[in-house]
């Protein structure tokens, strides 16, 4: 009888096999979640639609900003091994992953970036002045309390949520992580039922609210005066671009990130979440730098770099990426984390 410690390792074993042949063959999920995979299509003027043999990053974790740490750490959200080509945003990711003998990762920037281009390319003029937006404050709770649904609501959440009520401002939205939201009763709707409490993400994949994720993030906070939050989410990045101002809820996750930002010696980080305002410039460079504005490619050199040609996949280049991983992964990296 296999015991309970071997099932596991094989349950892991084969969700890792699984991933590998995915990534291999241009189907890994991760490509298509917020709909970013899309946004490049469009920016690169290829059918909608057409893989990446590899993977997206598609969001990183801001607190870990210095040297190794954001590739090594099991909080980021970049991967673990070099066996299929991965894109990250940022160049400092790049480099440490070659630091680790890891060649196969590459900075081209965030989809977000290239969402604006199209948006500057249909001649939008996307900032909007304050005295034009409906929302005085949109309240983010960034860093989730809950990892699956469950009937009440987390002390963290209700600190938070009593707090949106004590606010002043006279137009106030509530964004809630899925399963924060789920999470909530029906004693807990009831008791905040004074609030506007939504969720902005549900299903973050092969879907049309996924789909249109960025375009609604886009138009939301377009809309926004402050973002208030908890925790310097990639939301927080895409208000910066947008010219919204930034507040904080000063929870045990906002003392955390501070003091991780300190002892690293992240001064910006350390500047946007003690400064009592900051200057649109400020914002605009701390978050376009945040999101990989020095990685940004071309088209055409974002084709290239994904073997694509204006008619879609090139099949030569497809087919030598898929066979290199598809050989290489036996001999060297089943036995890693993925």
């Known amino acids: 009888m296999i015991s309970e410690k071997s099932w596991t390792l094989s349950k892991s074993i084969l969700v890792k096999i699984f991933e590998i042949l995915k990534s291999s063959l241009g189907y890994y999920s991760e490509n298509e979640v917020y709909g970013n995979l899309y946004i490049l299509n469009e920016y690169c003027g290829v059918p909608i639609g057409t893989r990446i043999i590899g993977r997206l990053e598609h969001s990183p974790y801001l607190s870990h900003i210095n040297s190794h740490k954001a590739i090594s750490s099991s909080n980021s959200s970049t991967y673990k091994n070099n066996l299929s080509d991965t ?8 480099d440490s992953a070659k630091h ?3 060649n196969n990762f590459k900075a081209i920037g965030a989809p977000w970036l290239y969402f604006l281009a199209l948006k500057k390319s249909h001649g939008f003029d996307y900032l909007i002045p304050h005295s034009d ?4 404050e949109l309240w983010i709770f960034a860093n989730h309390s809950v990892d699956k649904f469950q009937g009440g609501i987390t002390c963290e959440l209700r600190e938070f949520l009593i707090a949106v009520r004590q606010s002043k401002a006279d137009t106030k939205l509530v964004a809630l992580f899925y399963t924060d939201y789920f999470s909530l009763s029906k004693q807990d709707r ?6 506007k409490i939504v969720t902005l993400l549900g299903s973050r994949l092969k879907s049309s609210s996924a789909n249109a994720h ?8 377009s809309n926004v005066k402050c973002l208030t939050l908890d925790f310097p989410s990639t939301m927080m990045l895409y208000a910066m671009t947008l010219n919204c101002d930034i507040k904080w809820f000063k929870n045990a996750s906002y003392e ?18 003690t400064a009592k305002e900051l200057t649109k410039e400020f914002k605009s460079e701390f978050a376009e730098k945040e999101l990989g504005r020095d990685s940004l490619k071309t088209p055409q050199e974002l084709r290239t770099i994904f073997g694509w040609s204006e008619s879609g996949m090139i099949s030569r280049v497809a087919v ?3 066979l290199r991983c598809l050989l290489l992964a036996p001999f060297r990296y089943l036995n890693r984390e993925r």
């Open 190 to 195: 009831e008791e905040f039922s004074d609030l």
């Open 100 to 102: 680790m003998g890891w």
């Open 214 to 221: 960025l375009y609604t993030l886009f138009h939301l906070l």
């Open 320 to 322: 030598a990426r898929m």
């Open 133 to 136: 937006r409906n929302i005085d």
């Open 256 to 273: 955390m990130v501070k003091k991780e930002a300190i002892e690293i010696g992240s001064y910006d980080l350390v500047e946007v979440l």
């Open 87 to 94: 894109y990250v945003w940022l160049k400092r990711d790049e």
